[in-house]
């Protein structure tokens, strides 16, 4: 009994080791196949994330290609650009040397031309001189012509008064026979002066026609001389306006939008508020800054204009017309001189060369508006910038 007890003891013992030992392995097996399961999952969403950026990926190369293309058609289009530009810029660099050959052979022309005209003025007042005398000998020769005219006629009164006297007696026949030989030779010495002289006359006509010839040619060669000059003058006032043009049109868009400056013809216009204190002159904060500013224009201007133009900005002061009278200015005139020249001194610390610049003070004598009402005096009080020629 105890050995079958001891034996079933055993056997049941034996089972339930199996059990746990398949328990365990399906415990495992499940776990493996959980953890699995788990890795295909976030396998799965890591490699739909990585389609997704994929995708984005390839949407943004394909907008980078598309942005590659355009910015490459862009650049071919620059390089044309810059080509046409680089041979429009040589050809306006050539097209310059040739003008400033042509100005320099037209400034040499012009100065060739006023030593001949200088010459042909000398050359006149000579002829003139030459010719005053000439006139002046042959109204002497006229005069002696006239004289010896007059002398033959007496001689001939006298021959024929010799001739009647001959009956009278045959010495007195012989006598005047005598004198009217002698009468014969002076007038035959008179007929070869007269010949001498109209002779003389006949060169001297010849001279005032090669003279007044001579003179007509140089009147031409004047007149031709004041064409050209005229047109080299008509180009250097056209490429000065396009000067005067091009400052003014960097003013206007710098300072034209500002209350106070105004454009009027071919000067800027500032009124006196906007750069002085009423009955001041010397230039306020805010004048000196609109100065800095035309300064500045004005230079980079002056660095495209041709040495050979000779341009000037002149500044004229104006003012109202009621009189005034203090112990530094005793007239309107006196105050608008002072506020041009302190512009002008202003001007030239800014780096205006002092050749370039000019001063005037007008008063109330050259008025914008001739009212006499505030908004007039107020229009009338300014200072006024012209670019002009020298």
């Known amino acids: ?80 650009t810059v080509g046409r530009l680089t041979t ?41 001189e030459a010719i005053t005398k000439q006139m002046q000998e042959l109204a002497l020769l006229q005069n002696s012509v006239k004289a010896l005219e007059a002398l033959k006629a007496s001689l001939e009164r006298q021959v024929a008064d010799l001739g009647g006297r001959v009956t009278k007696s045959e010495g007195a026949i012989a006598k005047e026979r005598a004198l009217t030989v002698e009468a014969q030779a002076q007038a035959a010495l008179m007929s070869q002066q007269l010949q001498d002289m109209q002779a003389e006359l006949q060169r001297l006509a010849q001279t005032l026609d090669a003279s007044d010839k001579l003179t007509a040619e140089q009147k031409a060669q004047i007149s031709d001389l004041g064409r050209r000059m005229n047109r080299a003058l ?11 043009s091009e400052f003014f049109g960097r003013l206007r868009d710098i300072l034209g939008t500002r209350p106070g400056i105004t454009v009027v013809g071919d000067r800027f216009v500032f009124q006196s508020e906007v750069l002085f204190a009423s009955g001041s002159a010397e ?17 980079d201007v002056a660095k495209d204009i041709p040495g050979d133009i000779n341009w000037i900005l002149r500044v004229d002061g104006h003012t109202d017309s009621q009189p005034i009278a203090t112990a530094q200015f005793r007239s309107n005139w006196e105050l608008s001189t002072a506020r041009a020249i302190a512009v002008v001194r202003y001007l030239t610390a800014q780096g205006i060369p002092p050749s370039r610049l000019a001063a005037a003070g007008f008063g109330e004598f050259q008025p914008l508006d001739p009212g006499t009402d505030p908004v007039a005096r107020g229009k009338n009080r300014r200072i006024e910038l012209k670019f002009d020629q020298r």
């Open 88 to 128: 429009d810029l040589q050809s306006a660099t050539e097209q310059v040397g040739l003008l400033t050959t042509q100005l320099a052979d037209k400034t040499g022309e012009a100065e060739r031309l006023s030593t001949a005209l200088a010459a042909a003025n000398t050359q006149m007042a000579q002829d003139k």
């Open 1 to 80: 009994m105890a050995a079958l007890s001891r034996r079933f003891r055993r056997t049941v013992d034996i089972w339930p080791g199996w059990v746990d030992m398949l328990s365990t392995l399906l415990i495992i097996i499940i776990f493996i196949l959980l953890v699995f399961v788990l890795a295909q999952f976030y396998l799965g969403q890591a490699l739909s994330n990585r389609e997704q950026a994929l995708v984005q990926l390839n949407g943004q190369l394909a907008q980078l290609g598309d942005m590659l293309n355009i910015e490459r058609k862009a650049r071919a289009e620059l390089e044309l």
């Open 234 to 244: 008509a180009g250097k006032v056209q490429e000065l306006q396009r000067y005067r």
């Open 283 to 299: 230039l306020a904060l805010d004048g000196q800054q609109q100065m800095n500013q035309l300064a500045r224009t004005l230079l």
